[in-house]
C-alpha cells in the first residue's frame, strides 16, 4: 500500500482542533445560559432540544470531514508482481567514429549523418532489443544491449569521433565483439548493422563475418560516404582550420569502399546499402530486420497501483447526508419512554 498526496495527512490535526473549538463553544454556551438563571430551568424551558443529537451531528461531521482528508491522500492498494511477455530481435549496431566520418560528403557530416539514421531506427523499434558499439582502431561498447530506448538516444548524441584513442577502421574488431555482446543465447533472432565509410586498414572483416553467420548471426552494411570522396575537415574547437593532410602536404580525401562493405553484408547473410543525403538506407535494413525471428523475452514487472479514495470519499458524503436528517429535537420516541419513566 502507498498514499499518493501524503502531505495532505497533516489536514487532520484540523479534528483535535475542531474538538477543542466545540469544547469551548459548549463550555461559553453553558456560562451564557448561566447568566439568564438556573440551568435545570432553562432546560426545562427547552424541552425538545437534544444534547445527545448536538454531539452526534458534530461527530458526523467530523467523522466526514477526516474520510474527506483521507480520501484527498488517496490510499493505493494492489501492487503484485505479474508476469510480462514480450517478442523481439538483438541487435548490435556498430558506428565506426573514425576520423574520415567527419567528411561532409554527406550533410552535416557522415558520422552526423549516421547518428539521425540511428535515431530514426530507434523510433521504429518496437519490443527489440538494441545496443552500440563504437570503433576506430579498436572497438568499445557505447550501450549495452537493452529495451530502454531513451537510454539509446542519450547515449547515441555523445558520440564524437574523438571517443577512440587508436586511430583506424578495424571492421574485424567490431564484429567480434559485437558476437561477444550477444551472449550464448541460440537462435536466428540476432543482427549486427556496421555503419561506416568501409576503408577497413585492417584485414580478417570478412572472415569475422562468416564466423558471425555460422552462429546465425546476420550482418548489414550501411556505406557513408561518396566513391569521389571528401576531404576530412580539422577543427580547433567548433572552429574548422582546414583539412587533414599527408605527410607530402597533400589533402588527404577519404572514399566510400563500396566493394569491401558488399564482400562484409554477403559473407554474413545480410544486405548492403548505400546511404545519401536524402536516404540512409533505412528502410531496406529495416525490412531485413522485421524478417529476424522473434525471441520471446520474460520480464517482471510491478502493476500499477489502484486508488482507493473513492471508498472515503463515499462514506463521507454518506455520514454528511445522515447528519442532515438529524434534527437537534428529541425524538418521539424518547418523549414516550420519558413519559412512562415519570409514570412509574
Not at 520471446?296 to 497501483?305: E, R
Not at 473513492?310 to 462514506?315: G, R, T, Y
Not at 442532515?324 to 409514570?343: A, D, H, P, Q, V
Amino acid at each position: 500500500m502507498q498514499l499518493e498526496n501524503r502531505y495532505y495527512l497533516y489536514a487532520l490535526l484540523l479534528v483535535p482542533a475542531l474538538i477543542i473549538i466545540y469544547l469551548l463553544v459548549n463550555a461559553w454556551r453553558k456560562r451564557a445560559l448561566k447568566a439568564y438563571g438556573d440551568i435545570a430551568v432553562i432546560q426545562r424551558l427547552f424541552p425538545d432540544v437534544s444534547n445527545a443529537k448536538r454531539i452526534t451531528k458534530f461527530v458526523l461531521y467530523t467523522c466526514a470531514f477526516a474520510l474527506v482528508i483521507i480520501g484527498i491522500v488517496n490510499p493505493q492498494i494492489g501492487t503484485k508482481l505479474e508476469e510480462v511477455k514480450r517478442k523481439g530481435a538483438d541487435i548490435m549496431i556498430c558506428l565506426d567514429v573514425s576520423n574520415s566520418m567527419k567528411a561532409q560528403d554527406l550533410q552535416p557530416s557522415r558520422l552526423e549523418k549516421s547518428k539521425q539514421a540511428i535515431a530514426k531506427l530507434i523510433d521504429k523499434l518496437e519490443g527489440d532489443r538494441l545496443g552500440i558499439i563504437v570503433f576506430g582502431g579498436e572497438a568499445y561498447v557505447q550501450l549495452p544491449i537493452t529495451t530502454d530506448y531513451a537510454a539509446a538516444k542519450l547515449f547515441l548524441e555523445s558520440i564524437n569521433t574523438d571517443m577512440i584513442p587508436t586511430q583506424g577502421t578495424d571492421i574485424a574488431k567490431a564484429i567480434d565483439l559485437a558476437v561477444e555482446s550477444f551472449g550464448k543465447d541460440e537462435g536466428k533472432n540476432k543482427a549486427i548493422v556496421i555503419i561506416t565509410d568501409g576503408e577497413n586498414h585492417e584485414e580478417n572483416a570478412v572472415r569475422a563475418a562468416e564466423d558471425a553467420a555460422e552462429k546465425n548471426i546476420s550482418i548489414h552494411t550501411i556505406g557513408m560516404g561518396s566513391e569521389n570522396g571528401a576531404p576530412i575537415p580539422e577543427y580547433r574547437g567548433d572552429v574548422q582550420e582546414g583539412f587533414k593532410k599527408d605527410k607530402q602536404g597533400n589533402t588527404i580525401v577519404t572514399k566510400l569502399d563500396e566493394q569491401n562493405l558488399q564482400q562484409i553484408a554477403a559473407a554474413g547473410n545480410g544486405i548492403y546499402v548505400r546511404a545519401t543525403n536524402s536516404d540512409a538506407g533505412l528502410n531496406n535494413v529495416l525490412g531485413a530486420l522485421d524478417k529476424l525471428e522473434k525471441k520471446q523475452f520474460d520480464s517482471k514487472m510491478f502493476s500499477d497501483y489502484e486508488d482507493r479514495f473513492q471508498w472515503f470519499i463515499a462514506a463521507a458524503l454518506l455520514l454528511l447526508v445522515i447528519e442532515i436528517f438529524i434534527t437537534e429535537r428529541r425524538s418521539k420516541l424518547y418523549e414516550r419512554l420519558n413519559l412512562f419513566g415519570e409514570k412509574k
